[in-house]
């Protein structure tokens, strides 16, 4: 057993819901074999156990591991493009890297480099949209599963309107997401995601192969994207003839295992269908406002019951910082003048760790640092000097403290990162 001293800041009461932030000044946490198992007033868990090792985190500020709950492995080099609106910048940015995947040895370094950057960030789980090429999504969960961060993800699937390099048949869709999921669905942290790119690059055959792989696999995941752009928006209904999610629950796959990442302008029966069918949106605000997409409505999300996690949709998004992330969520409904909701820090904590959690159906495992849950957490520890230090030493009260965290944090801040209690940073 370990203990671990801290001031814990975590949001394991919905302040979407009423609850508020959870602030332990001083508390300790024990774990074993990477679970909490004890968690109370240092003074009091010391007491109980007083033979076993403390490690003293008091000078900083201890958090659960934050979750992506969206964000592109083979995009980490094409971050920081701006100036084009989604399509182009799908055209002249994305596409062309996401082909370089079908290189081995190109995707084996960028596999590396993301999953060092999720951690360097404090993410220790996300949702990853894979590449298209089988063998770069099999080298991205081998850098996953040899580095810790707890992944779901798999292979990106289209079959028109893309580079054709990245186009496949609904066929070997099937077969080859059959394969990789054998490989990785439940193998350690790893578990597996049906991703077709979006409705636009799909046709109702292939998005049939994503209905029947995702039916064929036990506790499998859903992701896309939906209702991120106005042309896109319009392109689908044309190819469609209907709204952009019910491209998607014709097949079945709106339900409580899907998440849609943007959502940034959907119409108030798809609003509702997300509400009713228990599918998760997650949203991305630094690539929304890079790309111009749009300001999210997250009041009509509430409105209608519809559970919205965090994104840093790497590359598209401007890092993989969810604190960054955060901070523009909160800006964003700022400048929603007219039904914009006032976003509070726990608000923000609590779609960056437990929204995502919740997304992804790891809730009894993660999310907050209770006992009971495992210990995946990142310590903040100000560098002397650094504007968090200060913000934080002039902090008036647990929320203050939290607010300052999301508009000042940097990755030099973030000291140490675990996942099931084993340190990954
Ligand atoms: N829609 C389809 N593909 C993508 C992508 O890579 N990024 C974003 N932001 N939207 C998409
Ligand atoms: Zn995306």
Not at 144 to 160: F, K, M, N, Y
Not at 266 to 295: F, I, K, R
Not at 378 to 388: G, I, K, N
Request: overall charge negative; some cysteine.
């Amino acid at each position: 057993m370990t203990i671990y001293r801290a001031r814990v800041l975590d949001t394991p009461d919905d302040p979407f819901r009423g609850g508020t932030l959870r602030s332990d000044a001083d508390a300790g946490l024990a774990v074993t074999d990477g679970t909490i198992v004890d968690r109370a007033p240092f003074a009091d868990v010391r007491a109980r156990h007083p033979e076993d090792d403390v490690v003293d985190l008091s000078d900083g500020v201890l958090l659960p591991g934050l979750v992506d709950a969206h964000v592109h492995f083979p995009q980490v080099r094409i971050i920081g493009g701006l100036g084009m609106p989604l399509l182009d910048w799908l055209d002249r940015c994305a596409l062309p890297e996401e082909a370089r995947m079908a290189d081995v040895e190109y995707a084996r370094g960028v596999a590396a480099e993301f999953v060092t950057s999720l951690l360097e960030a404090g993410t220790t789980t996300a949702l990853v949209f894979g590449a298209h090429f089988a063998p770069a999504v099999d080298l991205m969960f081998e850098a996953a599963e040899a580095a810790g961060p707890r992944i779901t993800s798999g292979l990106v699937v289209s079959d028109r309107l893309l580079h054709p390099q990245l186009h496949t048949t609904p066929q070997r869709a099937y077969d080859e997401g059959a394969e990789l999921a054998a490989r990785w669905h439940g193998r350690g942290r790893a578990r597996y995601a049906v991703i077709p790119r979006f409705a636009l690059s799909c046709s109702d055959p292939m998005l049939a192969a994503c209905q029947a792989l995702h039916d064929s696999l036990h506790g499998s995941w859903f992701t896309t994207h939906v209702n991120e752009n106005p042309a896109e928006i319009a392109k689908v209904r044309e190819l469609f003839g209907c709204d952009y999610l019910d491209s998607y629950h014709k097949h079945g796959l709106v339900g409580p295992r899907s998440v849609f990442a943007h959502n940034v302008h959907p119409t108030d029966a798809e609003l509702g269908l997300l509400g009713t069918t228990g599918a998760t949106v997650a949203h991305c605000p630094t690539s929304n406002a890079s790309l111009g997409s749009g300001l999210f409505p997250l009041g009509r999300h509430l409105d209608h019951g519809v559970p919205v996690a965090l994104g840093s949709d790497v590359g598209a998004g401007t890092g993989f910082s969810l604190f960054k992330e955060g901070l523009q969520a909160y800006f964003a409904q700022r400048l929603r003048t007219d039904d914009g909701v006032p976003l509070t820090p726990a608000h923000l904590l609590h779609m960056a760790t437990a929204a995502g959690a919740k997304a992804l159906g790891l809730d009894d495992l993660i999310g907050d640092l209770s006992t009971g849950k495992r210990f995946d957490a990142l310590w903040l520890r100000p560098a002397p000097a650094s504007t968090l230090d200060t913000a934080l030493r002039h902090a008036t009260d647990p929320d203050d403290a939290l607010a300052r965290i999301f508009t000042h944090t940097i990755r030099h801040d973030i000291a140490n990162v675990w996942v099931d209690g084993t340190l990954v940073r």
